[in-house]
């Protein structure tokens, strides 16, 4: 690496040169298999696949924040012209969280309502697993809060505040 980084215009020589010497490294792995359980590993915040058979990686790479298949998807293009932005996760954070988009922006609300549950008919078939599961968590030890019913009228929980 030191001799294509010294071929570099400055800045970007200097950029590339720390950046090797403090983060750079080659990993060398016996299976493309290995390659991506080490990949997901890093997760790293771009990643820059140059194999065949394209759609395998794809398929099977699960952490990045931003996945640039073949020679002609390079990280300039995907950064800065195909659409996604730039603001990815870095520091591996590509394990749990992706980049930056309307999604983040968004709220997700959750509402369980065993009314509307497919197993609406069978609900008595649950009263026991579900008080067992409420008694056993840690969770609920917890709280005041114990199901004591499932009202086969209503199909709902009752709880009891103590």
Same mark, same amino acid.
């Given at each position: 690496?030191?001799?294509? %980084?010294? *071929? !570099?215009? #400055?800045?970007?020589?200097?950029?590339?040169?720390?950046?090797?010497?403090?983060?750079?490294?080659?990993?060398?792995? #016996?299976?493309?298999?290995?390659?991506?359980?080490?990949?997901? /590993?890093?997760?790293?915040?771009?990643? #820059? +696949?140059? *194999?065949?058979?394209?759609?395998?990686? !794809?398929?099977?790479?699960?952490?990045?924040?931003?996945?640039?298949?073949? #020679?002609?998807?390079? +990280?300039?293009?995907?950064?800065? +012209?195909?659409?996604?932005?730039?603001?990815?996760?870095?520091? /591996?954070? *590509?394990?749990?969280?992706?980049?930056?988009?309307?999604?983040?922006?968004? &709220?997700?609300?959750?509402?369980?309502?065993?009314?509307?549950?497919?197993? &609406?008919?069978?609900? /008595?078939? %649950?009263?026991?697993?579900?008080?067992? $599961?409420?008694?056993?968590? +840690?969770?609920?030890?917890?709280?005041?809060? $114990?199901? %004591?019913?499932?009202?086969?009228?209503?199909?709902?929980?009752?709880? %009891?505040?103590?």
């Amino acid at each position: 690496m030191p001799p294509l %980084i010294e *071929a !570099l215009p #400055e800045p970007t020589r200097e950029t590339a040169g720390t950046a090797w010497r403090d983060y750079g490294e080659v990993i060398i792995a #016996e299976t493309r298999e290995e390659l991506v359980e080490l990949s997901d /590993r890093y997760a790293p915040e771009h990643l #820059e +696949v140059h *194999a065949e058979d394209l759609d395998w990686w !794809l398929r099977n790479l699960t952490a990045y924040g931003s996945l640039f298949l073949g #020679e002609e998807t390079t +990280v300039a293009f995907g950064d800065r +012209v195909s659409g996604p932005n730039h603001i990815l996760p870095t520091k /591996r954070a *590509a394990r749990y969280t992706a980049g930056l988009s309307v999604h983040k922006f968004l &709220k997700p609300l959750t509402c369980p309502s065993p009314t509307n549950h497919p197993l &609406k008919r069978g609900m /008595r078939t %649950i009263d026991a697993p579900l008080v067992l $599961i409420c008694r056993s968590s +840690v969770w609920m030890r917890c709280s005041p809060a $114990i199901p %004591i019913d499932v009202s086969p009228q209503l199909v709902c929980v009752q709880i %009891i505040w103590l």
